[in-house]
């Protein structure tokens, strides 16, 4: 396949930019996964009426590696026999039932990744780098945000085995797990709690 040529002013001047198999691909590639999770920001602002949700499209956009996450599962399940939109329904009711996990938030903590703003260097070397010499705000961030979600996780699995707060002091007490699950809070509210105190 021939390559892709762009014309293009620059410094006024006509300009033609060829671009290789390679370059379209990734191209391609990119706004794929941009067009993926425009449809899935406008599959759950659709279903934001729904008191069942705890999820709305301001979450893929403030947790980048739930969008990462339902990307990943929509590429598992894709079917060429079903329709786009069924297959995000899908998807989108797998993160529903998977959300009420611990296992869930451990896959969220893994998945998270450090935003640098360093034009110089790519993902990987920024990240490798900043391992052996010094951890930059950055990789520093992405731990914080790790350690939230492995919280979250535990906070779950205490509510699940019966170690948490709730029933206290003549039942009236709830944890931030079950506020959660109650659907008292959405994800938000429940990823920026900061009193954990009696959790």
Known sequence: MEGLQIERNIDNRRSTITLTDGELEKAYRI??????????????????????TRFH????????????????????????????????????????DAS????????????????????EKDMGECEEGCARYHRCSNIAEKGARSRQWETLASLLSMHDGGSC?????????????????????????????RDWEGA
């Open 31 to 52: 706004m794929e996964r941009r067009y993926l999770d425009e449809d899935f920001a406008n599959a759950l602002a659709d279903a934001a009426q729904d008191p069942d």
């Open 57 to 96: 499209s301001g979450h893929l956009e403030e947790f980048p590696e739930l969008s990462d996450w339902l990307c990943a599962y929509f590429d598992g399940i894709f079917d060429a026999n079903m329709s786009h939109n069924d297959l995000l329904e899908l998807a989108l009711d797998h993160l529903h």
């Open 100 to 119: 009420l996990e611990p296992q869930f938030f451990l896959s969220l903590s893994q998945a998270v990744s450090a935003a640098c703003t360093g034009i």
């Open 165 to 193: 707060i709730c029933g206290r002091n003549g039942g009236s007490i709830q944890c931030p797990a079950a506020k959660y699950l109650t659907g008292i809070w959405d994800i938000s509210a429940f990823f920026h709690l």
